[in-house]
């Protein structure tokens, strides 16, 4: 028996050895026999009446076989993008359009698709797309959120009365109200989440593929959640049955939440491909990806906190305008408001919390989930007002927050906005952090930075974090359309190597090496021998996907579940063999044993022995050795920490340096250390480039996107980023059956308030107490000057 | 055109159109998957293969550019089934990849690194990956990797 790889260990990743040779398959690298191209015309306005489509000259061009558009869609009964999560606010649901594959009578953001083109190749694809003619009725767009909401705005939708999709409130208004009757002190700030691009290096890209004897469709798709795909255009899209459609997401070069919805080019060219007989290939590029992946973030938030004259939190109060786009997308209303409002009390005892939150149609493109979602909004707000807190009642920036931190024996802690604790050690995470930073270190750095003619700044930030999405009882009552358990099949094959089917999708977060240490825990095996299998409908048993840290949270839970099932499956085949009752079987390390014998059997010889049922009780026992579980997780987990940024800001260049960066970040239990590393690094560097780099940007006027490319939309670089420091620090889920609580996220919650706190800090003394993101050169130039930006005003 | 190049240290001779990308002809036309395109300016560096000893960013090149050059992709590290090149062994060792997207860059870009810099520090090898972009790894792994694949190929030399 070879050493059990399991819980805690680090082995380096099964995945590595297709991508490090060039051998992955991603959707991109698919060919198919007879395979066509599908090149989408987009709208290059913001706002605008398609008067008419002309193809004509288009469809006469060589090699194209096909053009469609909105009408032909609408004609042949294809339907609109299902949203999966509806929201219920102060007056009731929300006002729900639809979302047309392509587009019917307006386009509603610049990268709208109007028609597709399906040519020989990608090259007359293109060629054609160009002379499309449509024929558009310029409109004036709304682009800005503040002018979303004044009086005579533009309509996006003619049938919904101003901008609002929907206006939702949580928390205690009245309670609130009289905590902000007579505070010592009120802390207040206006600010913006800037709008961000998720941008997974690879590009979404889609195959479709139809067989006209079976009547079966295939979709290859780059795709955080192949099943939901399925459900989502079979049922309400393509009228497809489910059986005679099968979805596949293969390797998928990273997703962040950009591939996790249902997109009109996966319908389209599945549509497309039974149409014109052939398979139907779509490679998004770039700049095609900047204007139709949902982006993410995009808030106006005014907000205050009442203190007490100790810098105790009485209340607080959270007024935020948030931007769906043109049309809903997928979760893109649930962002806001379920994953915003109750991740407002933080790690504090904050008795009285009232948020709204408007949640507006823009001539934008659709908003949706990105990394954190909605989470990493309302740390920035929470974290940002504690620090103006702290600076006016001049408190250090840790000790308020200290005085306000839920302690561990609080836990369970019940918040006033909907979600109960179940665990956590804010106040550890905090004085670990502390420590590793070298928090009390700071004056003689910055003094150091200052004989260099630097200004140096330290900011620090807590968070938690709802994930392991989620609980499909709360999860239904906020409005979710689905249940979001998920399911694993744990197969033994005769020899005893292992095959899971997992309904999660691994894009980059290391599944098939940390779920083969939980089989590798539970079941004894050799590493080596347990493959984990994902991302086929046809292979897989219904599944959610992977989005909202939920991967090894819910999935994980399952997969230990359904191995569960195997050992108590296997105690009885082995009571059969070793003539004993199954009450007498103990199962450890891979060896099944009459305990006080040394009769036993090992994994592999009850694994050939379910499927060489020669002498087998078969009327009370059936062969085979597989087992399937669902886990539907009873609450959210709650990750948390605290994270600290130090920044060096050269006044000549305006340039901010970000110099240290620690982390201590509570995950509950760690199946492998490495790859938890790996993905705090990635979520924290992607809340630095939030803080510091990227941004995007529309023209208010037109409507253009003016950062719709790499060139200029700032991803950060390896050049940008110091080495960082990160621990755990661990107080297992009380309700996860393996006290996990999921990573995948939490660094890109903590990260952003921490660098901007560091960033005012470092200008602290020229009476700045605010900077929007990102933190540029620009930006910090006008606050130096100014003490501190119109805030909320660009 | 008529071009002729060494790829992956075999002679290939074929037709192109003289608007074909270096990427595209691997891709599309030679099947080499392993070179990625993440963008359309240049900037990400999934495509990089060496020209020579050179890394380049093939989504930038005219494949009839490469007419006479010996080209080397990811694919041509290492034989199926064989050890691997000490770069992809750093990475692997390091955790320096997590979805794979930009890896084949990577480490092609990391290769090309550890020839020029015999001594490098942290910061040469941060500098190096500036036309790399990872969105995965936070690139604390990556530099990990590159400093690690960069040591094993030296002490390959110098063992030699």
Known sequence: MSEVIGIGAAPRRKEDLRFLTGRGNYVADIKRPGMVAAVFVRSPHAHARIKSVDAGAALAMPGVMAIFNGEDLKAAGVGGLPCGWGITGKDGAMKEQPHPALAQGKVRYVGDAVAVVIAETVEQARDAADAVAVDYEVLTPIINLADAIKPGAPLVFDDVPGYLCC??????????????????????????????????????????????????????????????????????????????????????????????????????????????????????????????????RDHVTEAALALDEHGKFLGLRVETIANLGGYISTFGPNIPTNLYGPLLAGVYTTPAIYCEVKVVFTNTVPVDAYRGAGRPEAT?????????????????????????????????????????????????????????????????RKAASAKSGKLRGIGLSTYVEACGLAPSRIAGRLGARGGLYE???????????????????????????????????????????????????????????????????????????????????????????????????????????????????????????????????????????????????????????????????????????????????????????????????????????????????????SGQLLSGSFMDYCMPRADNLPKMTIETHSTPCAHTPMGVKGCGEVGTIGSPAAVMNAVVDALAHLGVSHVDMPATANRIWRAMQSGSLPQAAE | MNISFTLNGKAVALDVEPFLLLSDLLRERLGLTGTHVGCDT??????????????????????????????TTIEGLSEPGGALHPMQQAFHQNHGLQCGFCTPGMVMSAIDFARRHPAPTEADARHWLEGNICRCTGYQNIVASVLAGTAAIHAAEQGR
């Not at chain 1, 399925?230 to 997703?255: C, E, H, S, T």
């Not at chain 1, 389209?268 to 398979?279: E, F, H, N, Q």
Request: proline share 5%; with cysteine; hydrophobic share 40%.
């Open chain 1, 380 to 444: 920035f707000v929470l974290e940002r007002l504690v620090d103006i807190a702290a600076t006016q009642i001049g408190l250090d920036k840790a000790e308020i927050r200290r005085r306000n931190m839920i302690a561990k024996e609080a836990y369970p802690y019940q918040t006033p906005v909907m979600v109960q604790y179940d665990s956590g050690d804010p106040k550890g995470c905090l004085e670990r952090s502390l420590e590793i930073a070298d928090w009390a270190g700071f004056p003689a």
């Open chain 1, 167 to 296: 206006d939702w409130e949580l928390g205690d208004k009245a309670a609130t109200e009289a905590a902000f009757a007579e505070p010592a002190h009120i802390a207040r700030i206006n600010l913006v989440n800037n709008r961000l691009v998720g941008n997974p290096m690879e590009p979404r890209a889609a195959i479709a593929e139809y067989n006209p004897a079976t009547g079966h469709y295939t979709l290859w798709s780059t795709s955080q959640f192949p099943h939901v795909v399925r459900l989502l255009m079979g049922i309400f899209v393509l009228g497809i049955p489910q059986q005679k459609l099968r979805v596949v997401a293969p390797d998928v070069g990273g997703g962040f939440g950009v591939k996790q919805f249902h997109y009109a080019e996966e319908a389209v060219v599945t549509w497309a491909a039974a149409k014109v007989g052939r398979p139907v290939k779509w490679v998004c590029d770039r700049a095609e990806g900047f204007v139709s992946d949902a982006h993410g």
């Open chain 1, 487 to 701: 399911s694993a099949t744990v197969r033994v094959h005769p020899t005893g190597q292992i095959t899971v089917l997992i309904g999660t999708h691994n894009h980059g977060q290391g599944h098939e090496t940390t779920f083969a240490q939980i089989v590798c825990e539970k079941l004894g095996v050799p590493f080596e021998n347990i493959d984990i299998v994902y991302g086929d409908t046809d292979k897989v048993q219904f599944g959610m996907g992977t989005y909202g840290s939920r991967s090894l949270v819910v999935g994980g839970a399952a997969l230990a579940k359904a191995s569960d099932k195997v050992v108590a499956k296997g105690k009885k085949i082995a009571a059969h063999l070793l003539e004993a009752s199954d009450q007498d079987i103990t199962f450890e390390t891979g060896v099944f044993s009459v305990a006080g014998t040394d009769r036993s059997k090992t994994f592999a010889e009850i694994a050939l022995a379910a499927y060489v049922p020669h002498d087998y009780p078969l009327e009370v026992l059936e062969p085979g050795l597989e087992e399937q579980a669902y886990y539907d997780p009873v609450n959210f987990t709650f990750p948390g920490g605290a994270h600290i940024a130090e920044v060096e800001i050269d006044p000549e260049t305006c340039i901010v340096k970000l110099v240290n960066y620690t982390a201590v970040d509570d995950v509950g239990t760690v199946i492998n250390p490495m790859i938890v590393e790996g993905q705090l690094h990635g979520g924290i560097v992607q809340g630095i480039g939030q803080a510091l780099f990227e941004n995007c940007v529309y023209d208010s006027g």
């Open chain 2, 42 to 71: 240049s900037q990400c560096g999934a495509c990089v293969v060496h020209v020579g000893d050179e890394s380049v960013k093939s989504c930038t090149l005219l494949a009839v550019a490469v007419d006479g050059a010996s080209v």
